[in-house]
C-alpha cells in the first residue's frame, strides 16, 4: 500500500492567519514592527500580507498612525455565523477532537441553579464508547468539569468542603484529592476523573467562560477506563482546553488578561 503524502499547507495563508488574529487582540492600530514581532515574522513578510489583507479590505491602514486594525471586511466574511447557535459552530470542534483521540466529547451548559445540562455530544465511531442522553443534568461541581467549575470560581476551601459534602460519587474521591485537583485546573486550565463519578470511566474536562469570566460552558473527553492511557487523556485535555480558549475569543468575545 502505498504512503500517505504528508499534508501540505500554505505558508503565506497560515501567516496572515497569524496576523488577523494579532489584530483581533489588539487594543488599538499597531504597526507593522510591532505585528511582525508578536507574530514571530520578518517585517517584510508581515508588510507584504498587510498590504494584501489591506486590499481586500480585512484590515484597514491609518496613515497619520502608520497603524493597521480590522476593517470591515472582517465582518462581511463573519456575517452567515452571526445569529447562528453556538452550539452549531462548536460542534466541528467537538467533531475534530473525537475523531483524533476516539473519545466522547459532551458540550455541557452550565446553569445558574447548580446543574450542568448536557447539550451535545459527539460519540466516536471505530471504538465501543460510553454514551449520555442528551439533556442529562449533574451538580456544577462534581466530575471534572466541577473541578474546572470550582476552579474557575475560586472558591475558598471552607466553601468548597461544604458544597463537597452534597456531592454524590460512584467512587468518592475524598475532599483533599478534590482540593488538590481544583488547584490543579486552576494552573492547567483543565482537570480529571478517573472511575470517581461513574465508575469504568475515565474524563477530562475544561470550563469556557465568558467576558466577566463566569464559567458558562464546560466541554469534556469521556472514555471507558480500560481503552485510554493516561497520557492520551491528557492529550485529549490539551485539546479541550485549546478548543476552550478558541470557543471563549469567538463566541464570547473574551481575551486573556
Known sequence: MKAAEPQKYVGAVENAVKILRRLTQADEPEGVAIVARECGLNVSTTFNILKTLAKEGLVTFDEHTKGYALGMGVLELAAPMLG???TDMIRPVMERICAEHSVLVALWTISPTGRIVLSDRVVPTKVVHADMRQGSRLPDLAGAIGRCVAAVRDIDRATLREAYAG???????????????????????????????????????????????VARLGMSAISISDQIEAEALREAACALREAGQLIELNVFGRREV
Open 84 to 86: 447562528r447557535n453556538p
Open 167 to 213: 456531592l454524590r460519587w460512584q467512587r468518592d474521591p475524598g475532599f483533599e484529592a478534590y482540593w488538590q485537583d481544583v488547584q490543579r485546573a486552576k494552573v492547567e486550565g483543565y482537570a480529571f476523573d478517573f472511575g470517581h463519578l461513574f465508575k469504568g470511566l475515565s474524563m477530562a474536562a475544561v470550563a469556557i467562560r465568558d467576558t466577566d469570566g
